[in-house]
Every structure is written in structure tokens, then in C-alpha cells.
């Protein structure tokens, strides 16, 4: 069956420094992999996806994520957090009609 | 740019009472989905709709749900007679075709609430 782990629940960065969120997968063929972000009061906003091809995909806000199938991992990073990337994070992994989620990180930013 | 917007963003119900959740998808999208988040739990999939039926649903979607799109507009989700445990977070979602290169878009979700 099809799992995501997320295993922080919160994280806390200083503003400006490196982000990175972490996520694991249980698919039984090749994954679609994506992450979502939710901002209070707003709904899911696709970030990125991974379907086929390079492993490291870039995605907007300046968010990107690399795929490594021998770790079954596909972790968000940033290199320089900004105030307004506070919010929560969800990865998801399926095909497109019945996405699994992960339980989702709350990133909070401090100044 | 278009969103899915959801209303109530809140909804207050007492046990056994029937609760209809609306959503209104983007206006070229044919694909609808609802989702739910049970307070500290995972998003979870309930129900992709198309061509108003139902293409898939899990088993969390069972009797007490139903969905309907009763005009051009609007996607509802109907609880018959709603229990404690449906206190969640409900999502709905739309997307213009269903496959992997269309993303669905979220509505903000409807918070309900049952006593």
C-alpha cells in the first residue's frame, strides 16, 4: 500500500538559513511524488512534482527537491528561508487522481 | 487567477444531523475530488468524481457520504447523519483532466465540527 512519513512535525529555522524537510515513500511502482504547501486560511498549493527524468526538480518560491529511489526520499529544500515560507508542508505521493499525503511539517520562521 | 473556493469555512453540527459541504471548482475543471484531515492526522482521499459519477473512492467513503454536482457550479459533499469521528478538515480539489501531468488545485477547506 501506498504511505508517506513525515517525520517531523515541527521545525523551527532562523530566517535566512537552510531549510530542508524530509520525506519518505511506500509505492509499489515507480512514484509520483509531489509537495504541497498550505498557508493558514488557503488551500493546498502544488510546490513541485517529480514524475520522471532529472531527480533534483525545481519548483516555485525557490523550492526545490531531489529524488533518490535507494532511500525511497524525496526532501524539500531551500537555501535561504523568508518570513513568509512559515506555513505547513505536506508531501504526497500517487498518481494523480488519489493522492496519499503525509501528515505534514508546520514550518515555523523566527526572526 | 481562478481558485476553488469552499463554503462554510466552518461548520457546527450536532451528532446525527445531516451536513452538506460546498465547493465550487474552477470553471473549466471536469475532475473533483474531496480530501479530509482529521486534526493531527494525514490528508486522507474520499471521492474523485467525473462526468457526475463517481470514478474512485476509498473506504473511509461509505453510505453516510454522497457527492453530487447539482448544477454547472457546484460540487457538494453530503453526510446523512454525521458522528463525532467526522470532525476533520474536508478539501475539495479540481483539476482539468486526471492523469499525471494535471495538478489539482485545493480549496481552502471547511473546517466541521460535530458535538
Known amino acids: 500500500a501506498q504511505s508517506v512519513t513525515q517525520p517531523d512535525i515541527h521545525i523551527t529555522v532562523s530566517e535566512g538559513a537552510s531549510l530542508e524537510l524530509r520525506c519518505n515513500y511506500s509505492y509499489g511502482a515507480t512514484p509520483y511524488l509531489f509537495w504541497y504547501v498550505q498557508s493558514p486560511g488557503q488551500g493546498l498549493q502544488l510546490l513541485l512534482k517529480?514524475?520522471?527524468?532529472?531527480?533534483l526538480v525545481q519548483g516555485i518560491k525557490g523550492f526545490e527537491a531531489e529524488f533518490k529511489r535507494s532511500q525511497s526520499s524525496f526532501n524539500l529544500r531551500k537555501p535561504s528561508v523568508h518570513w513568509s515560507d512559515a506555513a505547513e508542508y505536506f508531501c504526497a505521493v500517487g498518481p494523480m487522481n488519489k493522492l496519499v499525503f503525509g501528515a505534514g511539517t508546520i514550518l515555523r520562521v523566527k526572526s | 487567477e481562478p481558485e476553488v473556493t469552499q463554503t462554510p469555512s466552518h461548520q457546527v453540527t450536532q451528532m446525527g444531523q445531516e451536513v452538506i459541504l460546498r465547493c465550487v471548482p474552477i470553471s473549466n475543471h471536469l475532475y473533483f475530488y474531496w480530501y479530509r484531515q482529521i486534526l493531527g492526522q494525514k490528508v486522507e482521499f474520499l471521492v474523485s468524481f467525473y462526468n457526475n459519477e463517481i470514478s474512485e473512492k476509498s473506504e473511509i467513503f461509505d453510505d453516510q457520504f454522497s457527492v453530487e454536482r447539482p448544477d454547472g457550479s457546484n460540487f457538494t459533499l453530503k453526510i446523512r447523519s454525521t458522528k463525532l469521528e467526522d470532525s476533520a478538515m474536508y478539501f475539495c480539489?479540481?483539476?482539468?483532466?486526471?492523469?499525471?501531468?494535471?495538478?489539482?488545485?485545493f480549496g481552502p477547506g471547511t473546517r466541521l465540527t460535530v458535538t
Open positions: 517529480y514524475f520522471s527524468g532529472d531527480t
Open positions: 480539489a479540481s483539476s482539468v483532466g486526471q492523469g499525471i501531468y494535471y495538478e489539482q488545485y
